[in-house]
């Protein structure tokens, strides 16, 4: 405890981690300096889909860091051609922007949108307006603060860019009514599940009708899939539940594997061709290294069959939490290996916390009362019944 606080007072505030110092991870695991080992059921917010250090993107990744790892986007480099090729192809759209983080993907999105509407949909300058859902959570950036509902996100950040408004998630209805009131709105983007907010899940159709009444009012829909996309709810994308494919989709954390920062926005031409020559760029973005990443980073996904195994894990999971009695929980949803445990007050959250670290398992609690739970999408079966055993242990009064 006296070395973290000692190298603490380096830190800037803006977390607040256990107070437990991991020196490696390796698949679902984290190992402390005394070599204690954790089931890691955070995964990096869902970066880790892959778990911890993965064989086949670190060999990757070292072959690549001996030849070339930046030309910035002034030069051509193969590697970005390779992974524009297959992303196309694998979700089905025309062209492939590489960024570096998931906000960062996000702003970009905006952008196009923003471009796109004064372009295409010949809106007056300077009068776009993006629609958000309440409780969403993309980012940390002025815009992601701009367009959050959360105190702790805006506040003391202000004030708040303009041509951002808010309406229910998962309310259909609501969205509507804001699209036939405003013909000045560009796009509407939401998370296919609400993650930070505790693993929410809309509505049965609710993406299909989402996707509907975009077409409807010419208004892009925006899906940001940086933490549900890529295998983590049992499907390659969340939206895959609905066979919904957004104007605009926004990938990351995942496709990073876990060792270096990737993003993107896939979308087709008549959207993309918007962004000419020096109106939008990224020194990073799309440099070799980081596409020789992702690149291995969906192979691991798609010829490991970490998406089945989400889907087969997470259900089992699942129905295996819900034979506990325990008057404290108020729900246990999720879809894969994207879950959480909604208890009826932030005291016993709070104790769940404490008995599920001190049984080795890390989580996260989120607005209070929710329990975030998981796992790299590499879990096997062994690893899912000692995890539930513990889990389960934790659980008991």
């Known amino acids: 405890m006296e ?8 830190i800037t505030k803006n977390y607040n981690p256990l107070p437990i110092i991991f020196k490696r991870g390796k698949g679902i695991f984290l190992y402390t300096r005394n070599n204690k080992k954790y089931f890691d059921c955070i995964s990096g917010y869902s970066a880790l889909n892959q778990g911890h250090v993965h064989p086949h993107i670190r060999k990757e990744m070292t072959k690549q860091l001996k030849k070339l790892t930046l030309t910035s986007r002034a030069l051509m480099n193969k590697e970005l051609i ?5 992303m196309t192809h694998l979700f089905n ?3 492939l922007l590489m960024m570096n983080t998931g906000v960062e993907g996000g702003e970009s999105a905006l952008k196009i949108a923003r471009a796109w509407g004064y372009k295409s949909k010949n809106i007056p ?17 002025l815009s992601a603060c701009s367009s959050s509902t959360d105190p702790e996100c805006y506040e003391n950040f202000g004030p708040k860019m303009e041509g951002m408004k808010n309406i229910e998630y998962g309310n259909s209805n609501e969205l509507e009514k804001n699209l036939k009131e405003n013909p000045n709105i560009v796009s509407f983007m939401l998370e296919p599940i609400q993650g930070e907010a505790g693993v929410i899940i809309p509505p049965k159709n ?3 009708e989402v996707k509907y009444l975009c077409n409807k009012y010419n208004v892009l829909m925006i899906v940001d899939e940086v933490q549900t996309g890529l ?14 494919q957004p104007d605009l989709l926004v990938l990351g954390k995942a496709l990073s594997g876990g060792f270096y920062p990737v993003s993107s926005v896939l979308g087709n031409n008549e959207i993309m061709d918007v962004l000419t020559p020096g109106t939008h760029g990224s020194t990073f973005g799309g440099n070799p290294l980081a ?29 295996e939490i819900k034979l506990i009695q325990n008057k404290h929980i108020k729900e246990i949803r999720g879809k894969g290996l994207l879950n959480a445990v909604e208890t009826y007050d932030n005291k ?6 404490r008995k599920l670290l001190k049984n080795k398992i890390l989580t996260k609690i989120t607005h209070g009362n929710k329990i975030r739970i998981s796992p790299p999408l590499t879990i096997t079966n062994k690893e899912m019944y000692k995890l539930l055993e513990k889990f389960k242990r934790s659980m008991i009064l």
């Open 348 to 353: 016993y959250a709070e104790e769940l916390h």
């Open 82 to 86: 390779d992974l524009s090729e297959k």
């Open 206 to 208: 609710y993406l299909q």
């Open 93 to 95: 759209y025309d062209q």
């Open 3 to 10: 070395f973290i606080f000692l190298n603490m007072q380096y």
């Open 231 to 244: 295998g983590r709810t049992g499907k390659m994308l969340a939206c895959d539940y609905e066979n919904v």
């Open 291 to 319: 596409c020789v990443v992702a690149n291995a980073a969906l192979d691991v996904i798609i010829d490991n069959n970490l998406t089945d195994n989400a889907y087969k894990k997470g259900n089992f999971f699942r129905n």
């Open 125 to 141: 300058t300077d009068s776009a307006t993006h629609l958000f859902c309440n409780n969403n959570f993309w980012g940390r950036t």
